[in-house]
């Protein structure tokens, strides 16, 4: 290229063009040219890059590329019997189709490289699914290679969705926007069929650096400069390279494709929160959450500390060796990277207490603990926290220490810890999230400590917090004001992740607050704010409007709905947007979303509740029966379907068979008083109150204080008579909601019933 005068042999540009770019220029104006047209003047990148997972994340199926065992190999799961065959260049496989038969699959593309490679099936419709029967690579070579199965305990039943051919394993949407560059994944709804799209099939330097045809540009005219070099932003160290990252290496909902560097990652993308199931309520990693979610955790990202500074940025392996990546800031001497973080000795037995040499002495092993996934892949978590044996023994969240330790318990490791660290710091934000996420009643009070402590606490901690956060009515008075400051204080953040956390808690508000409170958010800069903000503001539309009001909530659901019909190829979507209709009023709009959700997953639980209560809504809940039933059979342990069904019988008048389902539903989750509130009080109106009351004193005993079970307990014990009981239910009630007028009307009556003789009778 002309315009490449030198170049050194690392591909760095000494005499470098001048271009003037124009940003919003190169923006709309640049295409995508593929990473071959970079190899001339960045050959050592280019070298670097073609040998790196990325580079080969997803490949043309030819021999050279199939990693796993293809000659004639059978493979046998539960009832159903895989052969993997190669005839010429073409691999295959025989293998159940998902529905019952068994057919042959050409192999069109592998997927991933090490330590495990998967195999994509295409079809005509334009799908590709990804087998999960999986080669194991752990060994490096063809000959060592073993397959496997990813779900070993689990016998697909027919058009099951985590079939190897169901929606759960379908490339286009849950695996292309990551393993590919500049995907758009094209599906139709009309024709449930794709038309995929791609510039690379793999992981390009486009996906990282952003489309290139205006740096070739550059490259060409000496005669104008360019800090940008004609790309739209630069790989600079900076928060947005962690962004660019996140693109792939998080937990995160697609909002919109097209994302590149120098766009908005949450115009593009939701990345999850804390959640339980995801993580532990400490924050370490529980599911697979690639990366970002615990890196923004961690003191490494306040601090400035951004992925390029501990990986090779092009072949994204580690930058030096051993504790030597650690060692570039942790060290003796102040760091000159990032001055701000502590020096200290931290490579020596007197810091880590293990012999020289040993897994133990790594960096990595105490605190970048590794969970493994997909069978065998291991993946260290990145949020770079100390090991807590103390949490453990508090809350059964696991540590570092017994992952190696396994002939001892949590005690002994904490006893451990103590010798050696005997002034160590305790804080930690799991008691609090822990609290919030089982609703104790301390947990408001907790909560907010934590999401006002912003010195200390990571914006996706605080926002997760918020998010935990109730609304109620029946919370005391400075609680209730608490809650009010932070959430209002929440929408006003600086930090978008808390702003979503906010529009979270208010989804508990009555709908006036949500309207005063939210509305401002449905103009954030960020489309990922202004979703949430139209999923917590939906319910409002049934009020009294402004036409301003009215025009914003109408933008916001047009926005939604694009949202909603870019993943129109998945059921939670599509009941999403049911719901979101339902709240707007529209019936008929809800009900096809529901109807459309269920015709790619039958049993898909979310929409066969909401569409019952379209269809109550319609006036025909006496069809709604069939939907109960589809919901029990596919959902059998689900406390909601067994909730709903129960609720449905008792408006039919099948009063035994309610009772069944509503105890049901209690048994199966034990720790939600309102499930237990609701059977007392329909075993109460069918007349059983002493089991009622039975049923709500063991309620009481796991949430003490709960509003409805302490005013439920209250007023079947005053309706038998038991007045002395009552009261000391009513004391009970107004020591945890002293503000609550009805509470102090209660405690009123209950004392002019034991003031009268003779009414006492127990």
């Keep these: 290229m002309g315009g490449c005068e030198q170049v050194e042999s690392d591909g760095t540009i000494l005499s470098s063009p001048d271009f003037l770019a124009d940003q919003t220029r190169v923006e709309e104006a640049a295409t995508y040219v593929g990473s071959d047209v970079c190899k ?10 073609q040998v790196s997972h990325h580079a080969q994340s997803m490949l043309e199926a030819t021999p050279d590329n199939i ?19 190669r005839r010429g260049q073409q691999s295959s496989v025989t293998t159940d189709d998902g529905a019952g038969q068994v057919q042959t699959f050409d192999v069109s593309y592998t997927f991933g490289v090490e330590p495990l490679q998967q195999y994509l099936i295409g079809f005509p419709d334009g799908r590709y699914q990804a087998l999960n029967i999986v080669a194991d690579l752990r060994e490096g070579t063809l000959a060592d290679s073993k397959w496997y199965h990813l779900y070993p305990h689990e016998d697909f039943a027919v058009n099951d969705p985590l079939h190897w051919s169901g ?15 500049n995907l758009q994944k094209g599906f139709d709804a009309t024709t449930d069929s794709y038309r995929t799209t791609w510039s690379e099939i793999s992981v390009g330097c486009e996906a990282c650096h952003g489309p290139a045809s205006r740096h070739m540009q550059w490259a ?129 037995a007197a810091h880590h207490f293990h012999p020289p040499d040993s897994a133990g002495a790594q960096c990595v092993s105490c605190h970048m603990p590794m969970k493994v996934f997909m069978g065998v892949d291991q993946r260290h978590d990145h949020s770079f926290r100390i090991p807590r044996p103390d949490l453990s023994v508090t809350y059964g969240i696991p540590n570092v220490c017994n992952d190696c330790h396994t002939d001892q318990d949590a005690q002994w490791a904490l006893e451990q810890q103590r010798k050696r660290y005997p002034k160590a710091q305790r804080d930690s934000f799991a008691g609090t999230l822990l609290a919030g996420r089982e609703g104790q009643a301390s947990a408001t009070t907790k909560l907010a400590r934590l999401i006002t402590d912003v010195a200390n606490t990571p914006g996706i901690v605080r926002a997760t917090a918020l998010s935990l956060l109730q609304f109620s009515n029946r919370l005391p008075k400075p609680a209730t004001d608490v809650v009010n400051i932070v959430v209002s204080a929440g929408l006003r953040d600086a930090d978008p992740l808390v702003r ?46 402004t036409t301003h009001q009215k025009e914003k909530l109408d933008a916001g659901l047009a926005e939604y709905k694009v949202f909603a019909q870019q993943h129109a190829d998945r059921p939670e979507a599509l009941s999403n947007l049911g719901n979101l209709l339902f709240s707007f009023g529209d019936l008929a709009g809800a009900r096809k979303a529901f109807g459309d959700a269920l015709s790619i997953d039958e049993s898909w639980l979310p929409a066969l509740l909401n569409l019952a209560d379209v269809n109550r809504a319609l006036g025909s809940d006496d069809k709604n029966e069939a939907l109960f039933s589809a919901a029990i059979e596919s959902a059998p342990n689900s406390a909601d379907a067994r909730l709903a069904f129960g609720l449905w019988l008792t408006r039919q008048g099948r009063v035994a068979t309610a009772l069944q389902e509503l105890q049901a539903a209690m048994t199966l989750a034990p720790k939600n008083p309102r499930l237990s509130y609701v059977y007392a009080i329909a075993l109460n109106s069918h007349g059983a109150p002493v089991e009622a009351l039975q049923v709500l004193a063991a309620a009481q005993t796991r949430t003490p204080n709960d509003y409805d079970t302490l005013q439920a307990l209250v007023s079947i014990n005053f309706e038998i008579k038991r007045y002395a009981v009552a009261l000391e239910y009513a004391l009970t009630l107004q020591r945890a909601y002293p503000q609550d007028r009805n509470v102090v009307s209660l405690i009123r009556t209950m004392e002019t019933h034991i003031g009268m003789p003779g009414q006492v009778t127990d």
Aim: glycine residues 6%; proline residues 5%; contains cysteine.
């Design 500 to 545: 979503i956390g906010a529009l979270m808690a208010l989804s508990s508000a009555p709908v006036d607050q949500r309207l005063r409170k939210a509305a401002p958010l449905l103009e954030d800069p960020l489309l990922a704010v202004r979703l949430e903000a139209i999923s917590v503001l939906a319910a409002t539309a049934m009020l009294p409007l």
């Design 40 to 49: 001339p003047c960045h050959a050592t990148a280019y070298a670097s890059w």
């Design 67 to 85: 990693r796993g065992g293809f000659d004639n190999v059978v493979f046998e799961h539960k009832d159903a019997r895989s052969v993997f065959t």
């Design 220 to 348: 060409e005219l000496p005669t104008e400069q360019s800090s940008l070099r004609g790309f739209a932003a630069k790989l600079d160290g900076s928060p947005n390279e962690v962004e660019i990252c996140a693109r792939c290496h998080s937990r995160r909902t697609i909002l919109a494709e097209g994302f590149a560097p120098g766009k908005q990652f949450l115009d593009h993308y939701r990345p999850a929160f804390l959640d339980e199931g995801l993580y532990h309520a400490d924050g370490q990693v529980s599911d697979e959450v690639f990366v970002y979610g615990s890196f923004l955790q961690s003191r490494m990202y306040r601090h400035g500390v951004t992925c390029s500074n501990c990986h090779e940025a092009h072949n994204a392996g580690k930058d030096i060796s051993e504790n030597s990546t650690c060692l570039q800031c942790h060290q003796n001497s102040p760091p000159q990277k990032f001055p701000t973080l502590t020096a200290k000795a931290y490579d020596t």
């Design 167 to 181: 929606y759960l394993q379908n490339w286009n949407y849950m695996c292309a926007d990551c393993h590919s560059t």
